[in-house]
């Protein structure tokens, strides 16, 4: 048998081991965001790729990580953003649209950062939004004409099955900050809130009416900002929609706030109907055992499962923006080493041109594979930029694994069958702990006064 068959096997065999999906059964997920050029260049033919000159075990479709097929690595989990696209109907091939649906589980963002920051694809939509920017009254009264929530709410039933609402969010306004730039800008706190809701009302009249009824289930928004009140009026506002979960954004997901927030939710039975909470923009390794620590406390006090879910995009801008891989940190007791280090790969030309050898880190499942001689592709003596492609795509994918083996090992050194906690920081056990008492008591003002030296590590007050 020739030595690239055997090798192609090897990583076979390997799939079982590489598929992270099961290890997340009892703790909170981690969501990469992925961004659709990385999904749509998972479905690319092998010839389609450096003219077919790669390693004859990989072809391109072992990026997708969702399909158990990957003889990379595998992970039933994923967010993907309606706000990178300008239609509501996908027609080009990527991972997300492609994939079977039977446990894998892709949690939609509904746009609402894209709608704040005014990066609007849809060129008829971003035109109709900023033809009424400096009119709040205008956009007020025309909001539901720019089309911009049809195409959301379509495109999230259509190919996501857990989805957060539309949010108008409180950060893009001049009232939260006085420099903004958002096409939104001009709208009072006030405006957005009534805005959200009419959202809110809009999405549980129409979901899933062009898909008899089998569209997505829905994460209602919680927003904050610094302004005094502004959390609680947003609360009151959409609270008694019902829909199957809850996303927590903005500064409503600092660990305080949300900790009062969840405590109220239980006293108002605001959690009858949920299934999942999400976290907006968080990362591993200590946001892995927080929110572990309060999937469970939360479970118990609500009296039935709900799953935690959190995501960031940084492995994605480290490869793209820095070209940067990450490194598993060595887990120890020390505070300081629950973080997610990354370096810059060299580029340059021995590197591209393998007179030096440079390897990838030894965990991760594409080292069996590749090297960074791989990525590092374009030989050429005076070019600026040597990563091509897939030389991208293969840091990104490396970096998402290297995110959820670093998440599943923090949740098994406090949670697992066999903890360690001579590798966890003594701080973060106190935290897990002061999160069961604090549910399990109440969840009183007082509790969180006492414990604030605790909470401000994780917490940290705002500077004067």
Same mark, same amino acid.
């Given at each position: 048998?020739?030595?690239?068959?055997?090798?192609?096997?090897?990583?076979?065999?390997?799939?079982?081991?590489?598929?992270?999906?099961?290890?997340?059964?009892?703790?909170?997920?981690?969501?990469?965001?992925?961004?659709?050029?990385?999904?749509? &260049?998972? %479905?690319?033919? *092998?010839?389609?790729?450096?003219?077919?000159?790669?390693?004859?075990?990989?072809?391109?479709?072992?990026?997708?990580?969702?399909?158990?097929?990957?003889?990379?690595?595998?992970?039933?989990?994923?967010?993907?953003?309606?706000?990178? #696209?300008?239609?509501? &109907?996908?027609?080009?091939?990527?991972?997300?649209?492609?994939?079977?649906?039977?446990?894998?589980?892709?949690?939609?963002?509904?746009?609402?950062?894209?709608?704040?920051?005014?990066?609007?694809?849809?060129?008829?939509?971003?035109?109709?939004?900023?033809?009424?920017?400096?009119?709040?009254? +205008?956009?007020?009264?025309?909001?539901?004409? %720019?089309?911009? *929530? $049809?195409?959301?709410?379509?495109?999230?039933?259509?190919? %996501?099955?857990?989805?957060?609402?539309?949010?108008?969010?409180?950060?893009?306004?001049?009232?939260?900050?006085?420099?903004?730039?958002?096409?939104?800008?001009?709208?009072?706190?006030?405006?957005?809130?009534?805005?959200?809701?009419?959202?809110?009302?809009? &999405?549980?009249?129409?979901?899933? *009416?062009?898909?008899?009824?089998?569209?997505?289930? &829905?994460?209602?928004?919680?927003?904050?900002? $610094?302004?005094?009140?502004?959390?609680?009026?947003?609360? +009151?506002?959409?609270? +008694? #929609?019902?829909?199957?979960?809850?996303?927590?954004?903005?500064?409503?997901?600092?660990?305080?706030?949300?900790?009062?927030?969840?405590?109220?939710?239980?006293? $108002?039975?605001?959690?009858?109907?949920?299934?999942?909470?999400?976290?907006?923009?968080?990362?591993?390794?200590?946001?892995?055992?927080?929110? %572990?620590?309060?999937?469970?406390?939360?479970?118990?006090?609500?009296?039935?499962?709900?799953?935690?879910?959190?995501?960031?995009?940084?492995?994605?801008?480290?490869?793209?923006?820095?070209?940067?891989?990450?490194?598993?940190?060595?887990?120890?007791?020390?505070?300081?080493?629950?973080?997610?280090?990354?370096?810059?790969?060299?580029?340059?030309?021995?590197?591209?041109?393998?007179?030096?050898?440079?390897?990838?880190?030894?965990?991760?499942?594409?080292?069996?594979?590749?090297?960074?001689?791989?990525?590092?592709?374009?030989?050429?003596?005076?070019?600026?930029?040597?990563?091509?492609?897939?030389? $991208?795509?293969?840091?990104?994918?490396?970096?998402?694994?290297?995110?959820?083996?670093?998440?599943?090992?923090?949740?098994?050194?406090?949670?697992?069958?066999?903890?360690?906690?001579?590798?966890?920081?003594?701080?973060?056990?106190?935290?897990?702990?002061?999160?069961?008492?604090?549910?399990?008591?109440?969840?009183?003002?007082?509790?969180?006064?006492?414990?604030?030296?605790?909470?401000?590590?994780?917490?940290?007050?705002?500077?004067?």
């Amino acid at each position: 048998m020739m030595s690239a068959e055997i090798a192609t096997m090897r990583c076979l065999l390997d799939t079982t081991m590489r598929d992270l999906t099961d290890r997340y059964e009892k703790y909170a997920v981690y969501l990469p965001s992925l961004q659709q050029h990385y999904a749509e &260049f998972a %479905t690319k033919d *092998r010839g389609d790729v450096r003219q077919g000159r790669i390693p004859r075990n990989f072809r391109p479709n072992d990026l997708d990580f969702l399909s158990p097929d990957s003889r990379l690595w595998s992970c039933k989990y994923a967010l993907y953003s309606s706000g990178q #696209f300008e239609k509501a &109907f996908v027609t080009t091939d990527d991972m997300v649209i492609n994939r079977k649906r039977e446990g894998v589980i892709v949690v939609g963002d509904s746009g609402g950062y894209q709608l704040g920051s005014g990066a609007i694809k849809s060129k008829r939509e971003k035109e109709a939004i900023y033809r009424y920017a400096e009119s709040p009254q +205008d956009f007020y009264a025309n909001w539901f004409m %720019t089309g911009y *929530r $049809e195409r959301v709410l379509n495109w999230l039933d259509a190919y %996501t099955d857990y989805a957060m609402t539309l949010d108008l969010p409180l950060w893009a306004s001049t009232e939260a900050k006085p420099t903004s730039t958002s096409p939104i800008r001009n709208l009072s706190i006030k405006q957005l809130i009534d805005l959200s809701v009419d959202n809110l009302r809009y &999405f549980q009249e129409n979901r899933a *009416r062009n898909f008899s009824g089998e569209g997505t289930k &829905f994460l209602n928004v919680i927003q904050d900002i $610094e302004q005094v009140g502004a959390g609680d009026l947003w609360y +009151d506002a959409v609270k +008694d #929609f019902e829909f199957e979960g809850w996303a927590f954004g903005g500064r409503s997901s600092l660990l305080r706030n949300m900790l009062r927030r969840l405590r109220t939710m239980l006293d $108002e039975d605001k959690l009858k109907r949920t299934e999942v909470i999400h976290l907006l923009a968080k990362s591993p390794p200590i946001q892995s055992v927080i929110y %572990t620590a309060i999937q469970q406390a939360v479970s118990k006090a609500a009296d039935r499962p709900i799953r935690f879910t959190y995501d960031s995009s940084s492995p994605h801008r480290a490869s793209g923006m820095s070209r940067a891989i990450y490194h598993k940190p060595d887990l120890t007791s020390d505070l300081r080493s629950w973080r997610m280090p990354s370096r810059q790969i060299p580029q340059n030309m021995q590197v591209a041109r393998g007179n030096v050898r440079v390897d990838l880190p030894e965990f991760s499942p594409l080292s069996r594979i590749f090297n960074v001689n791989h990525i590092v592709f374009h030989k050429q003596a005076n070019r600026f930029g040597r990563v091509d492609n897939l030389g $991208e795509h293969l840091m990104t994918n490396h970096n998402i694994y290297t995110f959820h083996a670093t998440a599943l090992e923090a949740c098994d050194l406090v949670f697992g069958a066999k903890p360690d906690g001579s590798r966890v920081p003594l701080v973060l056990q106190e935290l897990v702990s002061f999160v069961n008492v604090f549910f399990e008591n109440g969840g009183s003002e007082q509790l969180i006064s006492d414990n604030a030296k605790l909470l401000d590590v994780f917490d940290p007050p705002p500077k004067p």
